[in-house]
């Protein structure tokens, strides 16, 4: 990840903290996907695998939403605006409600949202920086109030603590209730229980599989 935010009249070691709001005034327009990360803009940057595996999972909720007519879509780039105000999340696969997305202030200007009441599901394929994934992110999406939240480990790098011992390719699926988040691990042939998607029918296996394919 690399940070491309800084202030010319600004020591190099003391680069410019922007707010959610100044970030997305500052978005960079060359196509890229970026984040704020303690007021630092950073590129994110996937590897190949990672968008196979992330893909793969959009294309079968995307089916799974106009098998069942379900009032969902799947943005190409949504933001998420957090509490923390230093912080802004481009998530790997977002699934919003179209019934209630027209309230969310952020949603016509900016393609952001920033109430859980937006979104059905949030979805981060995990990378090197897997630590975000299973805590800053876990903590706002949790204080944001979006109702469900996987953590797709496909390789699995998460600590022990958190997938287990020993370690292997884990989907976490963070279900909120009384506004906290409970989980269930699921791991080789289990089928990912998901609330927002009953029906839906993806092993673990199948994704790790994705993850190794080249096509």
């Known amino acids: 990840m690399q940070s491309l935010s800084q202030s010319q009249?600004?020591?190099?070691?003391?680069?410019?903290?922007?707010?959610?709001d100044e970030f997305l005034v500052q978005?960079?327009?060359?196509?890229?996907?970026?984040?704020?990360?303690?007021?630092?803009?950073?590129?994110m940057r996937p590897i190949g695998p990672h968008e196979q595996v992330g893909g793969f999972i959009s294309d079968q909720l995307t089916l799974e939403i106009y098998r069942l007519g379900l009032p969902y879509f799947i943005p190409r780039s949504c933001l998420v605006r957090p509490v923390e105000e230093f912080e802004a999340y481009l998530p790997d696969?977002?699934?919003?409600?179209?019934?209630?997305?027209?309230?969310d202030p952020y949603w016509k200007k900016a393609s952001t949202i920033s109430t859980g009441a937006s979104a059905?599901?949030?979805?981060?394929?995990?990378?090197?920086?897997?630590?975000?994934?299973?805590?800053?992110?876990l903590a706002e999406y949790e204080l944001l109030g979006i109702p469900e939240y996987w953590v797709v480990d496909y390789r699995g790098l998460?600590?022990?603590?958190?997938?287990?011992?020993?370690?292997?390719?884990?989907?976490?699926?963070?279900?909120?209730?009384?506004?906290?988040?409970?989980?269930t691990l699921f791991k080789g042939q289990d089928a990912i229980a998901s609330p927002a998607f009953p029906e839906l029918n993806?092993?673990?296996?199948?994704?790790?599989q994705m993850g190794e394919s080249v096509t």
């Open 9 to 20: 009249d600004q020591p190099q070691d003391q680069p410019q903290k922007l707010t959610f």
């Open 27 to 43: 978005y960079p327009e060359d196509g890229g996907r970026y984040e704020l990360h303690y007021g630092a803009v950073v590129e």
């Open 93 to 103: 696969i977002i699934v919003l409600n179209r019934e209630t997305i027209g309230a």
């Open 120 to 137: 059905k599901l949030a979805i981060e394929v995990v990378s090197t920086n897997w630590r975000a994934d299973y805590s800053k992110k």
């Open 158 to 183: 998460g600590a022990k603590r958190l997938i287990g011992s020993p370690k292997e390719p884990t989907v976490s699926v963070y279900v909120l209730s009384d506004d906290e988040y409970s989980v």
């Open 202 to 208: 993806i092993t673990v296996a199948q994704l790790v």
